[in-house]
């Protein structure tokens, strides 16, 4: 009996030394086999086709440590992976049975699941029903009749719904599966691949190190006594490998709040439109923290939580309550830095299903290039692009902040 124990203790020990070191190399990694494992465990049913069961439990705000690719936490997602075709290479095809939401904003994406990249989609303005109202969307490979079809050599499917700023807790939309045939596919034929875009050393290094040369521009901006040393970079959705939204456009600010410090962010928003709207203006804005090694998020703020149309400020630091109450008494929104091992990441969101986005609005972040691991950072800053539209931030010692002292940018 003790020697079973030593046993079980031993094996014990193994997995945690081996997850703490996993967790060291590739944070971003463990929380996707992670969240993989809890969807895999939380799967029900699958006969006769139905697939409803296998969809993902909804990633809000209850469980956005435990998410990779950076949620939104004032959104509600829901994931399946699906087997593109049977063990001969006869392809499925599925049909998803979903309601209009009642939500700023709704929409259906298919992405390639063994690499993240965006297939296809629909979004509320495209879906041509009202909340409530019913949907039919046919998924597979290219043939007559498929509304989301996926190209030649996909062998592992993902649909994201995403419903931003729902109201109530509304069910999973029905999906049922079907052979070449036609026919149920018996068993759901659900997988869930890690995208290569996380399994890949050589794209993992990638973004260390764009990441460590933001860090290091930030460092020459504060030593030449710049007042506003963090600085924010475009990234469109088809470069983003994280299951990005097709209708967002990201700006993005790495920063290192700690030491004794705090970060102050100011952020101009631009006009929000109603969907269906020809006005200039976005249909959904947000700023949200996560972690540079995590992909995880840690909290975000909406656009019903800052002022549109005017310039939101916020302040990032530690959780303290009397930072909050600092923060809240300058008119600021506070952001918890979170248990995150390494540097920050600020990620402002700018939706809008229009091209171009915000109906052409010059705040649109949209207007500056695409950020490149090898392009100058000094062309790709924003800054450059949008003047005093970018938003922008600098580091003020938490001593003189809780003291009144510094200003935002």
């Given at each position: 009996?003790?020697?079973?124990?030593?046993?079980?203790?031993?094996?014990?020990?193994?997995?945690?030394?081996?997850?703490?070191?996993?967790?060291?190399?590739?944070?971003?990694?463990?929380?996707?086999?992670?969240?993989?494992?809890?969807?895999?465990?939380?799967?029900?049913?699958?006969?006769?086709?139905?697939?409803?069961?296998?969809?993902?439990?909804?990633?809000?705000?209850?469980?956005?440590?435990?998410?990779?690719?950076?949620?939104?936490?004032?959104?509600?997602?829901?994931?399946?992976?699906?087997?593109?075709?049977?063990?001969?290479?006869?392809?499925?095809?599925?049909?998803?049975?979903?309601?209009?939401?009642?939500?700023?904003?709704?929409?259906?994406?298919?992405?390639?699941?063994?690499?993240?990249?965006?297939?296809?989609?629909?979004?509320?303005?495209?879906?041509?029903?009202?909340?409530?109202?019913?949907?039919?969307?046919?998924?597979?490979?290219?043939?007559?009749?498929?509304?989301?079809?996926?190209?030649?050599?996909?062998?592992?499917l993902a649909l994201v719904e995403r419903i931003y700023l729902g109201e109530g807790d509304e069910a999973a939309p029905r999906l049922s599966a079907f052979d070449a045939d036609g026919a149920p596919a018996g068993d759901c034929p659900s997988?869930?691949?890690?995208?290569?875009?996380?399994?890949?050393?050589?794209?993992?290094?990638?973004?260390?190190?764009?990441?460590?040369?933001?860090?290091?521009?930030?460092?020459?901006?504060?030593?030449?006594?710049?007042?506003?040393?963090?600085?924010?970079?475009?990234?469109?959705?088809?470069?983003?490998?994280?299951?990005?939204?097709?209708?967002?456009?990201?700006?993005?600010?790495?920063?290192?709040?700690?030491?004794?410090?705090?970060?102050?962010?100011?952020?101009?928003?631009?006009?929000?439109?109603?969907?269906?709207?020809?006005?200039?203006?976005?249909?959904?804005?947000?700023?949200?923290?996560?972690?540079?090694?995590?992909?995880?998020?840690?909290?975000?703020?909406?656009?019903?939580?800052?002022?549109?149309?005017?310039?939101?400020?916020?302040?990032?630091?530690?959780?303290?309550?009397?930072?909050?109450?600092?923060?809240?008494?300058?008119?600021?929104?506070?952001?918890?830095?979170?248990?995150?091992?390494?540097?920050?990441?600020?990620?402002?969101?700018?939706?809008?299903?229009?091209?171009?986005?915000?109906?052409?609005?010059?705040?649109?972040?949209?207007?500056?290039?695409?950020?490149?691991?090898?392009?100058?950072?000094?062309?790709?800053?924003?800054?450059?692009?949008?003047?005093?539209?970018?938003?922008?931030?600098?580091?003020?010692?938490?001593?003189?902040?809780?003291?009144?002292?510094?200003?935002?940018?």
């Amino acid at each position: 009996m003790i020697t079973l124990l030593r046993r079980a203790i031993l094996v014990l020990a193994v997995v945690l030394a081996a997850g703490a070191i996993a967790y060291a190399w590739n944070p971003a990694l463990v929380l996707a086999a992670s969240f993989r494992a809890a969807w895999w465990i939380g799967t029900a049913g699958g006969e006769g086709g139905e697939c409803t069961g296998h969809w993902s439990p909804p990633i809000d705000a209850r469980m956005p440590y435990l998410v990779p690719f950076y949620p939104e936490t004032r959104a509600s997602y829901r994931v399946i992976g699906l087997a593109a075709a049977d063990d001969a290479g006869r392809p499925y095809t599925y049909r998803l049975d979903g309601i209009g939401r009642a939500a700023r904003y709704h929409s259906v994406h298919l992405y390639d699941g063994g690499s993240g990249d965006f297939i296809a989609g629909r979004s509320d303005e495209t879906l041509g029903v009202g909340a409530g109202e019913p949907f039919t969307l046919r998924i597979g490979a290219a043939q007559t009749g498929i509304d989301l079809a996926a190209p030649p050599g996909v062998t592992a499917l993902a649909l994201v719904e995403r419903i931003y700023l729902g109201e109530g807790d509304e069910a999973a939309p029905r999906l049922s599966a079907f052979d070449a045939d036609g026919a149920p596919a018996g068993d759901c034929p659900s997988v869930l691949p890690i995208p290569a875009s996380l399994r890949d050393p050589a794209r993992t290094a990638e973004r260390q190190r764009s990441f460590a040369r933001i860090a290091g521009r930030e460092s020459d901006l504060i030593g030449a006594g710049d007042a506003a040393p963090i600085r924010f970079y475009a990234l469109h959705a088809g470069s983003v490998p994280f299951f990005a939204n097709p209708d967002v456009v990201y700006g993005f600010a790495t920063l290192d709040p700690g030491d004794g410090r705090v970060a102050l962010v100011s952020v101009p928003l631009p006009p929000l439109r109603a969907a269906g709207s020809q006005m200039t203006g976005f249909r959904y804005l947000s700023a949200c923290l996560g972690g540079e090694r995590e992909t995880s998020t840690s909290a975000c703020l909406s656009d019903t939580e800052m002022p549109a149309g005017g310039v939101a400020k916020l302040v990032i630091g530690g959780d303290d309550e009397a930072l909050r109450a600092a923060a809240a008494a300058r008119g600021a929104a506070f952001l918890d830095t979170g248990w995150f091992t390494g540097r920050r990441v600020l990620i402002v969101r700018q939706l809008d299903t229009r091209n171009p986005p915000g109906g052409g609005d010059p705040a649109a972040y949209a207007v500056a290039p695409d950020f490149t691991a090898a392009a100058p950072l000094d062309a790709l800053d924003l800054s450059a692009h949008l003047g005093a539209a970018a938003p922008r931030g600098a580091y003020c010692a938490t001593a003189a902040f809780l003291s009144g002292g510094c200003v935002f940018p």
